[in-house]
């Protein structure tokens, strides 16, 4: 009887050391813009593994894009208890807004992928690409393949398309440094560059791009820049609809969320490669400073940045796995 007690004793004092130790465990929140599209479900992905590492309860949300949605999530959040939040706004301009309630809530605060300012301009953390750093990246390597294929002999039937997101800072400055890298190199293109509005979507890109096409019926060669991968593949898939040999297409995307189909279909194709960042890294790292900030009081860094590497035909094959591709 002795023992039996002393075991139902032990018992009880586990359930309530487990149920402590859930109490005590930190609650965090990850809202995105986009929880569908290859690069967020990585980038989740990554920041889901991360909780479960450090033991951290992780609530995810994902808004499509809904500024109202991205507000009231916020608002839920601190309501359940929340002690830091990672965000992916769906637009810049929602910084102030959540930047004032994570003060009132005294909660931590990280902007993941888009960077945004509080109401008095001060920076909110932010973990992500340097977007201008990133698009001259990408200038430089069209730069080297118009020279490898010898384009540079005569630019005269050159055009170069800027597929651009225009609401989102972000994506104009990695279009500002695809730019100035690839004009700094052959500066009679820039008189050659289209800007061409999209949706950061691969279907609205194809659509803009295929309008483009049929008004520049003068124009033989075509070189892409965007925001990310699905800019860039929209536009070669719209150069394909319309007959161009792949050959006399340079694009060169940025994210990597794409390549597998791009790079993937053994074929030829114009879109060259892109500078893959691996998502996943981006979402782990914000649960990581986070997590510091709430049980350790680390201050977190202004700004954070993750390093891209250029996927194209020569490497693709090795990095397959790691790109998650079936």
């Known amino acids: 009887m002795k023992m039996l007690k002393l075991a139902l004793a032990a018992g009880a004092l586990s359930v309530v050391a487990m149920a402590a130790q859930a109490q005590d465990a930190i609650k965090l929140g990850y809202i995105n813009k986009m929880g569908d599209h290859p690069w967020f479900v990585r980038e989740v992905q990554g920041a889901k593994d991360k909780a479960k590492e450090l033991g951290v309860e992780l609530l995810v949300q994902d808004v499509q894009f809904d500024s109202n949605l991205a507000v009231t999530t916020f608002d839920t959040y601190v309501g359940d208890g929340v002690k830091g939040i990672a965000v992916v706004v769906p637009d810049r301009a929602l910084g102030p807004v959540v930047a004032e309630k994570a003060a009132t809530a005294k909660i931590a605060l990280v902007a993941v992928d888009d960077d945004i300012k509080a109401s008095d301009g001060k920076p909110v953390p932010y973990i992500g690409l340097n977007a201008l750093d990133i698009g001259k990246q ?23 398309g800027s597929v651009e997101d225009q609401k989102a800072d972000t994506c104009m400055q990695r279009n500002k440094g695809a730019q100035e890298a690839l004009f700094a190199a052959y500066p009679d293109l820039r008189s050659r560059m289209v800007s061409i509005p999209y949706d950061n979507t691969m279907v609205n890109a194809i659509d803009v791009v295929s309008t483009t096409l049929t008004g520049n019926p003068d124009a033989e060669k075509w070189i892409f820049f965007s925001c990310n991968d699905d800019g860039v593949l929209g536009s070669v898939r719209a150069t394909e609809n319309a007959g161009i040999d792949p050959k006399n297409v340079i694009g060169i995307g940025i994210d990597g969320s794409r390549s597998c189909e791009a790079l993937g279909a053994g074929k030829p194709t114009g879109f060259r490669g892109t500078m893959w960042i691996d998502s996943a890294k981006s979402g782990a790292a914000a649960v990581q400073v986070l997590y510091d900030q709430v049980k350790n009081g680390k201050e977190i860094a202004e700004i954070s940045y993750v390093d891209p590497t250029l996927v194209n035909a020569s490497n693709f094959d090795g990095l397959k796995d790691t790109l998650g591709c079936k």
Not at 141 to 151: H, N
Not at 153 to 158: H, N, Q, T
């Open 138 to 160: 990408v200038g430089t390597e069209i730069a080297r393949l118009v020279k490898e294929d010898g384009w540079d002999a005569d630019l005269s039937k050159v055009k170069v």
